[in-house]
């Protein structure tokens, strides 16, 4: 566990640690000057996230509600969970997420990316998704794939990832 | 676990049950007269499949062998591995295969879909596949999605499965 100390100067870091565990790796170049000096962009894997946190990030972009219950139980098995966070002063806000289903050996498939509306278009969410990709590479994971909504095909594409490749065709069962 | 009793008669259940285990749901219909009158097609959910075994059923397909060690990790770690097997007698072959990974509540990926080429064209692959969306709808999945290569994508049509749709794409990450 890194806490907050280890992202802060002494002085901050005293206060802070005493009350909030954080991993985090911070991203640079993003956020020092987003709104004051203190403004800092973090990523973390933790997975103990507040889930009502979690579902207001998903509220903000328009996504239907999910049972707490169903959510809690996706994190928990998730192979990998990637979460954004805006630091200020001492409190954090969560302005991204993804996460990963996987066998842990060959494939990986991402799903539920969120970057907060007030955070979007400012390279985050490409940083976020880069993160994502390199702790599922340093995880031995060959084949990392997603299932992406028209609009975000070529933020995708501009990322590595290739719609289609050899012809394969993603697929949705329904019922009959 | 469901012994070899369940699945045969009397006499044969007393002999076969001592020497190996099997959980099996019978394929109705399926292989009952296919060699002779004592060929039964099985599906089974058990994951301690013999790699080697399941190593020839992939060869015989054409497959790139890939490591066993990384083959046995991605079975530990699927939410759902379903195998068919031809039985006679007292001895089984497996026949077919297909694993799913998952986050346990939302989402389910299906992978490594095989049947044997001696037991194509049968009906037996699609059977297999609507025992794996039972089985996945059954533990409360509501999003079962693939990625298909293009000569089987009618095959998954034809079982429900919809390429695309919606407009959403399949993607595959690939390094800069």
């Known amino acids: 566990m890194v806490f907050w100390k280890s992202l802060f100067s002494s002085s901050d870091a005293t206060a802070a640690s005493k009350t909030t565990p954080f991993e985090g790796d911070p991203v640079e170049g993003m956020g020092v000057n987003r709104t004051n000096s203190e403004s800092r962009i973090f990523f973390s894997t933790e997975r103990d996230i507040d889930l009502y946190e979690l579902e207001e990030l998903c509220d903000a972009v328009g996504w239907s509600r999910r049972p707490l219950r169903k959510v809690k139980k996706a994190m928990q098995y998730s192979f990998l969970v990637v979460s954004m966070w ?13 996460r990963a289903t996987s066998d842990h050996a060959f494939n990986a498939t991402i799903w539920d990316v969120v970057v907060h509306p007030d955070f979007q278009s400012q390279g985050l969410g490409k940083a976020m998704m880069k993160y994502m990709v390199k702790k599922l590479r340093s995880e031995d994971i060959s084949n990392i794939t997603l299932f992406a909504d028209p ?8 990322l590595g990832f290739i719609a289609d490749p050899e012809g394969i065709k993603g697929m949705f069962w329904y019922p009959d």
């Open 86 to 98: 805006e630091v200020v002063g001492a409190k954090r806000r969560i302005i991204g997420f993804a």
């Open 151 to 158: 609009h975000v095909v070529d933020f995708y594409g501009r």
